[in-house]
């Protein structure tokens, strides 16, 4: 199996049930959603959702053109890392006393992460950027006990003056 990985920029209709269509579709076709962000755009009455999955290259293909077939859905764009800005927000809660800041602190440091909270026995820790820093920094961070964490999911915007989902562009 050569399964590979895919963000994927969608241009929705900002209407109630758009998500659901949209990811009951990628289950249909047993296709799992690594992450998903939805946010606002520039015009309220449109969404972009942002998907990542993994799969063959053209079975890939097929649920991005099957994607575009729904009603609602007005430009769908495959983003690659070279023509992209992707990034996650992760918040990891590790276990630390006071005895193990300073080593918590010093891998925040290197990652250019920020501690956002402490108490008297753990810190959470916040870090912005590419999916492999935040991959990175939580091998090193695995080292001590994490309580808890939560990631964002990709987000993305194709770099360059290109405009996703105006005339004539991509």
């Not at 659901?20 to 962000?37: E, Q, V």
């Not at 193990?100 to 916040?126: G, T």
């Not at 990175?136 to 993305?156: D, K, N, P, S, W």
Request: glycine share 6%; net charge negative.
């Amino acid at each position: 199996m050569n399964d590979k990985k895919q963000v994927v920029s969608l241009l929705v209709d900002n209407n109630a049930g758009v998500l659901a269509r949209i990811s009951s579709l990628f289950a249909r076709k047993g296709f799992n959603i690594d992450s998903l962000t939805v946010s606002a755009t520039d015009d309220e009455s449109v969404s972009r959702i942002t998907i990542t999955t993994s799969g063959e290259e053209h079975v890939l293909r097929q649920i991005l053109s099957q994607t575009e077939k729904l009603w609602e859905v007005r430009c769908v764009v495959p983003l690659e890392p070279e023509t992209s800005i992707q990034r996650e927000l992760l918040l990891v809660k590790v276990k630390a006393d006071e005895a193990m800041r300073h080593h918590v602190r010093e891998a925040a440091d290197i990652y250019k992460a920020s501690v956002v909270d402490l108490s008297v026995d753990s810190m959470v820790v916040e870090l912005t950027g590419k999916p492999s820093k935040i991959d990175g920094f939580l091998a090193v961070i695995g080292q001590y006990e994490v309580l808890e964490l939560c990631r964002t999911g990709v987000t993305a915007l194709q770099r360059g003056a290109d405009v996703l989902g105006r005339e004539g562009d991509a």
